[in-house]
């Protein structure tokens, strides 16, 4: 059974550059989500997408980050312009379509920005 | 707005003895609850869910949650501890007619052999 699968699992870059991360669901969910987890806190929520659209953005998500799931299967998280402020883990979810479904998390990818 | 609060920063236990992490919930409606374990350096791994029906859920590697609506509660119980089960361990809420999950700032729960 494969799960949610994330790439990079580690990125390390200097300020100003810009990242793109990407998500692989599990393949029969149609929901796709991504959140940000900084140190000591929990998850917080960026976006969400059913199929390739994208239905509701964070006021966390600015205008340097962009989300897309083209196709309705795997999504890309890009920031642009990173800053020290970006540097957190960054997760992706996946879910059945069903609202008593729960949400399956991939490992992250840690952002690391120098 | 929905909020989670876990009061508790750190849980210790003996290996052996039972376990109670916290969570309250704040929600319009009726809520979606959920509880997440986390390890050093990977995602979150599904626990358990109440969304309707029984008040005491079971979920995975013998946990279990009761769901006290009076008191606006969902708090994640095991009856015998391993120190295994040691880890950051998130409740989560979701209100209906809303797909994000707003989460609590985690326990950690410390299993001493």
């Known amino acids: 059974d494969t799960g949610v699968s994330q790439d990079p699992r580690h990125k390390i870059t200097k300020r100003g550059q810009n990242v793109t991360f990407r998500c692989d669901p599990i393949?029969?969910?149609?929901?796709l989500y991504w959140y940000r987890q900084t140190l000591g806190q929990g998850p917080e929520f960026l976006t969400y997408?059913?199929?390739?659209?994208?239905?509701?953005k964070s006021r966390l998500l600015s205008d340097r980050f962009s989300a897309e799931r083209p196709k309705g299967s795997f999504s890309t998280l890009e920031i642009q312009r990173t800053e020290q402020g970006d540097s957190a883990m960054y997760l992706c979810?996946?879910?059945?379509?069903?609202?008593?479904?729960?949400?399956?998390f991939g490992d992250g990818t840690r952002l690391s920005i120098l | 707005a929905q909020s989670v609060a876990q009061p508790e920063d750190q849980v210790n236990v003996a290996e052996g003895n039972p376990l109670t992490v916290k969570c309250t919930y704040s929600?319009?409606?009726?809520?979606?609850l959920f509880w997440y374990v986390q390890y050093p350096n990977r995602g979150l791994q599904f626990l358990l869910k109440?969304?309707?029906?029984?008040?005491l859920v079971k979920g995975s590697y013998g946990f279990e949650a009761e769901f006290n609506k009076s008191q606006t509660s969902f708090h994640l119980k095991k009856p015998s501890a391993l120190v295994s089960d040691s880890a950051l361990y998130f409740c989560?809420?979701?209100?209906?007619?809303?797909?994000?999950?707003?989460f609590g700032t985690g326990t950690r729960l410390l299993v001493s052999p």
């Open positions: 979810a996946s879910s059945q379509t069903e609202n008593n479904q729960p949400q399956h």
């Open positions: 109440y969304i309707t029906g029984d008040n």
């Open positions: 997408f059913q199929n390739e659209a994208q239905l509701e």
């Open positions: 989560a809420v979701r209100g209906l007619g809303f797909q994000k999950l707003v």
């Open positions: 929600v319009s409606g009726n809520p979606y």
């Open positions: 393949s029969e969910h149609n929901r």
